[in-house]
């Protein structure tokens, strides 16, 4: 089954302390990407991939870091979270050429 | 730069009515549009999408969205909802043609409650 696998689905954490949403797909896509959904604001691309060792910033970046290392891998690095970090995080991948996006379930962050 | 606007955040409708979700976009060059739909706790998934052809498209579940290039709009729409249509639905563009990373810009949402 064609899936993006995000974990973990809820967090919790504290100021400060670094943390790492894994993202996973196995559909062979080049382009990965990730979004956090805040109410009103829609979804917000932080980061996007078009391929391995090739990220770049999208609307929303500071704060956050990415690597794509493999092809089927993108985590989200958090390197001090801070409160206004509080939100959904969506994962997705697509192929090139205006195919549509593939989503993961979600990520739920409260920064305390 | 290319922009979406969904203006109304919220449609409530009794089940069974025609509905209508609106969204407007702003781009430079030809386009990709589509539709998603986000049920509760759960990830976005494609409703439907207009890449080139005919303006009429056709999705899943019953919904089908018309691209008007001269209005620069893709409003959503479905003859009769069901309850379970409940959910929150995004609009969203792609510059097509440009070569390279094709950027989606989402909209801010619209949620349509679907009234017993």
């Known amino acids: 089954e064609a899936q993006v696998t995000q974990n973990p689905r809820y967090l919790i954490t504290v100021t400060g302390k670094k943390l790492t949403v894994t993202c996973s797909q196995n559909m062979n896509h080049e382009y990965m990407s990730w979004y956090r959904q805040d109410p009103g604001l829609g979804l917000r691309q932080i980061y996007y991939s078009m391929n391995v060792e090739v990220t770049d910033k999208g609307d929303v970046p500071e704060g956050y870091k990415v690597s794509r290392k493999e092809k089927r891998n993108f985590p989200l690095i958090l390197e001090s979270p801070s409160p206004n970090q509080t939100s959904l995080y969506f994962c997705?991948?697509?192929?090139?050429?205006?195919?549509?996006?593939?989503f993961g379930q979600g990520t739920r962050l409260t920064v305390v | 730069a290319q922009s979406v606007t969904q203006l109304d955040s919220q449609v409530p409708v009794f089940e069974e009515a025609p509905v209508e979700l609106r969204c407007n976009y702003s781009s430079s060059v030809s386009v990709y549009l589509f539709w998603y739909v986000q049920y509760p706790n759960q990830g976005l998934q494609l409703l439907l999408k207009?890449?080139?052809?005919?303006?009429l498209v056709k999705g899943i579940n019953g919904f089908e969205a018309e691209f008007n290039k001269s209005q620069t709009s893709f409003h959503l729409r479905k003859p009769s909802v069901h309850i379970s249509d409940t959910a929150e639905y995004f609009c969203?563009?792609?510059?097509?043609?440009?070569?390279?990373?094709?950027?989606?810009?989402f909209g801010t949402g619209t949620k349509l409650q679907v009234i017993p």
């Open positions: 207009y890449l080139s052809g005919s303006t």
């Open positions: 997705a991948s697509s192929a090139p050429g205006g195919t549509e996006a593939f």
């Open positions: 969203a563009v792609s510059e097509g043609n440009s070569g390279g990373y094709q950027k989606v810009t």
